[in-house]
Nanobody
């Protein structure tokens, strides 16, 4: 059974950094693409980043140059390193996999297995 568990969220000041973790069970993280989404209060869930099976990384424009996605196969975990955080990055962050090989936002939303989320709050 595919399961994902996020951790690492918290409260940080603007300009600070956090690293989120997405621990997988039931599959190997190097088998499938894994994405990160976020949802702010009153807003729709939006894509943030994704790492494909072939280690191709994808980022939305709002986080390019600030966020880095990576994978540690020995820990079966995907990370999202977030630097230069802004108040608008405040959201619940979720990781997801649709057990596919590539990063396709619509597929992840429609067919993905999601973690429970971790709260990130950036104060100004």
């Amino acid at each position: 059974q595919v399961q994902l568990a996020e951790s690492g969220g918290g409260l940080v000041s603007a300009g600070g950094s956090l690293t989120l973790s997405c621990a997988a069970s039931g599959f190997r993280v190097d088998s499938y693409a894994i994405g990160w989404f976020r949802q702010a209060p009153g807003k729709e869930r939006e894509a943030v980043s994704c790492i494909s099976r072939s280690d191709g990384n994808k980022y939305v424009d709002s986080v390019k140059g600030r966020f880095t996605i990576s994978r540690d196969n020995t820990k079966n975990t995907v990370y999202l390193q977030m630097n230069s955080l802004k108040p608008e990055d405040t959201a619940v962050y979720y990781c997801v996999t649709d057990q596919g090989f590539g990063c396709y936002w619509n597929r992840l939303v429609e067919h993905g297995s999601w973690g429970q989320g971790t709260q990130v709050t950036v104060s100004s």
